[in-house]
């Protein structure tokens, strides 16, 4: 047979020693010529989608229409050329959105001017506070965000994210406030105020986005339309009611006559190229927000890429996933943006329109520049009682109070974690709202990890199962204790057990052995090897004998190295609880 050749290897080898951000993304090496309508479609259908949300989440982070517009165009293209995932779409989403808003109110007044170089500095932060994570593997950071804190995070910044648009719904006029709660006294101080204009053509707005998808793929599936027609046409809703909205404003002179705030002036929007001014004490005072912003933002990324991803059974590479972002936000930041993200909204509509690959991305940000050359003058007359009912509508969703009741139901533990961080980002701000959810959490973890189940275990009937003794029918032989552990053996718990096995022993005054089942210990640490060492001396001076049994193979390799097995003794260790029981107190039957 002849031998393989061996060329495959080095090059294995040396892509691995590759740098993260410059390995050649997965798509391109599958991608056929055949997919490029499909990518052409699916690029129309996101910017349809993106052009008015850029321009929306541009006001809710407090900054000029065009900002958003330059988010989308090169974290667009660069994601596309070093992402991992094939349907995300970057650029700026609601949430980051929000946190850009609260991190450049922290600065207090800012012109317009000085607010614009401040997110291009929080973006350049970001990007390479993310870039770095991803060239260190550090996205297991994220992981300190529990589900109930980013469930109870979501559902309140979709409720702040309401309210912070609601005085534009209602055409009034006051400054933004730093906190939430400050927020809705302001509205309940100036509702007397509401306009009857901005009223009406807000809450239009959110009617038609609400109603236009379902109508509309109900009528074009009734008549038989194309695929590429249904995919498209839904979701071109807030598009129709930005183009609708301006039209009604020009025609009709509301700015003028009727007193209904427009967006004014939007330039065009070009790419600038050139690295933000920067400042040590901007840079240290954006720092909090630029962390928050970059765990939650990979966050929210890595969660839609993946999702999509399970779907069509690809991988998506968390390291790589942060280079790319990281990048993004750099090249936003070097074109005059602000902080972008993975959008779920506009990922799914890609995912839906047929996307095949990274080049719908390229797609849409050529349909975004042609806009921006070719519409940006016109969209002065762009009523921000419009912009305001796309936020409102894009982040109904976040507000899950299904979940949230389920997490409850589940663990009230949890669902004080959730409530805490709801509560606290209300009360305290975005930022500080999570670092409570995520220290309470934390404790409840140490809480549960100080004070870990101990089951007293017997046999179920004759068979080779032992069970806890409380929840099931079995025989205990008083020869022996049998415990299953299921937490670690760390320093956080050992003071407990050190409390608790010697008041199981103690109710057993013919006890010969002890046995530790170790089904359910992962990891033994310094403090919880002592802890072997003190119940073993401590059990041998009652003449009664410390056993271990189904310890895993990473513990044992840890406890081998402690010479420990050596010292208590190798037959002290056990492969299963059956055959530790049979030997320690064999039954009549095998005896």
């Not at 090059?11 to 090496?29: C, I």
């Amino acid at each position: 047979m002849p031998e393989a050749p061996a060329s495959p290897r080095p090059a294995s080898r040396a892509r691995s020693r590759a740098p993260l951000g410059l390995r050649q993304p997965p798509w391109w090496k599958s991608y056929r010529r055949g997919h490029f309508v499909a990518d052409l479609l699916a690029g129309l259908v996101v910017a349809a989608l993106l052009v008015p949300q850029a321009m929306a989440y541009a006001m809710l982070a407090g900054l000029p229409a065009q900002a958003g517009l330059v988010s989308c165009l090169a974290p667009l293209v660069v994601y596309a050329l070093l992402g991992t995932s094939r349907t995300l779409s970057v650029g700026p989403v609601a949430i980051v959105s929000l946190l850009v808003a609260d991190g450049l109110a922290m600065l207090g007044p800012l012109s317009t001017e000085r607010a614009l170089a401040a997110a291009a500095l929080l973006a350049l932060e970001m990007g390479l506070l993310q870039l770095a994570m991803g060239l260190l593997r550090a996205g297991f950071l994220v992981n300190f965000l529990s589900h109930p804190v980013v469930l109870g995070y979501t559902s309140a910044a979709a409720l702040v994210i309401a309210f912070s648009q609601a005085k534009h719904l209602l055409g009034l006029a006051f400054p933004r406030d730093v906190l939430p709660w400050e927020t809705l006294v302001s509205l309940a101080t100036h509702v007397g105020e509401t306009k009857a204009i901005a009223l009406l053509v807000g809450g239009g707005a959110i009617a038609l986005l609400a109603l236009f998808p379902r109508v509309m793929k109900k009528l074009l599936a009734r008549a038989g339309s194309p695929r590429w027609l249904r995919a498209l046409a839904p979701r071109c809703a807030p598009l129709l009611v930005v183009v609708g909205g301006t039209a009604l404003a020009y025609a009709f002179g509301l700015h003028a006559s009727a007193g209904l705030a427009v967006v004014g002036e939007v330039p065009p929007a070009l790419p600038s190229f050139e690295l933000p001014a920067i400042d040590l004490e901007l840079l240290r005072a954006l720092l909090p927000a630029a962390a928050a912003i970059a765990c939650l933002g990979f966050l929210e990324s890595y969660s839609v890429a993946q999702t999509l991803a399970s779907r069509r059974r690809e991988h998506v590479h968390p390291s790589r996933e942060l280079v790319a972002l990281g990048c993004a936000n750099l090249a936003s930041a070097c074109t005059g943006g602000f902080p972008v993200s993975g959008g779920v909204s506009r990922s799914m509509a890609n995912a839906g329109a047929g996307a095949r690959s990274q080049v719908a991305s390229l797609a849409t940000a050529l349909f975004v520049l042609l806009t921006v050359l070719a519409l940006t003058p016109l969209l002065r007359h762009l009523p921000r009682a419009i912009l305001a009912a796309i936020i409102v509508m894009a982040v109904a969703p976040l507000l899950d109070l299904g979940a949230a009741r389920r997490i409850w139901k589940y663990s009230k533990a949890d669902g004080w974690a959730l409530i805490a961080t709801f509560v606290g980002v209300f009360a305290l701000g975005v930022g500080s709202g999570i670092a409570v959810g995520v220290l309470l959490s934390l404790s409840i973890y140490l809480a549960r990890s100080a004070r870990p189940h101990i089951a007293v275990v017997g046999r179920v009937g004759d068979s080779e199962s032992y069970r806890n003794v409380k929840r099931y029918q079995v025989h205990v032989d008083p020869r022996v204790l049998a415990i299953r552990i299921d937490e670690n053996l760390m320093f956080s718990n050992v003071r407990y057990l050190e409390q608790r096995i010697p008041q199981l022993v103690a109710q057993k005054p013919g006890l010969k052995h002890v046995l530790l089942i170790a089904s359910g210990i992962n990891l033994i640490d310094a403090s919880g090897l002592r802890f072997l060492e003190l119940v073993s001396e401590m059990l041998a001076s009652g003449k009664v004998e410390l056993h271990l049994a189904e310890v895993k193979g990473p513990v044992m390799d840890k406890l081998e190295r402690a010479d420990f097995p050596a010292r208590l003794g190798r037959d002290h260790f056990h492969l299963s609880t059956h055959e530790a029981m049979e030997r320690l107190a064999p039954s009549e039957s095998s005896g």
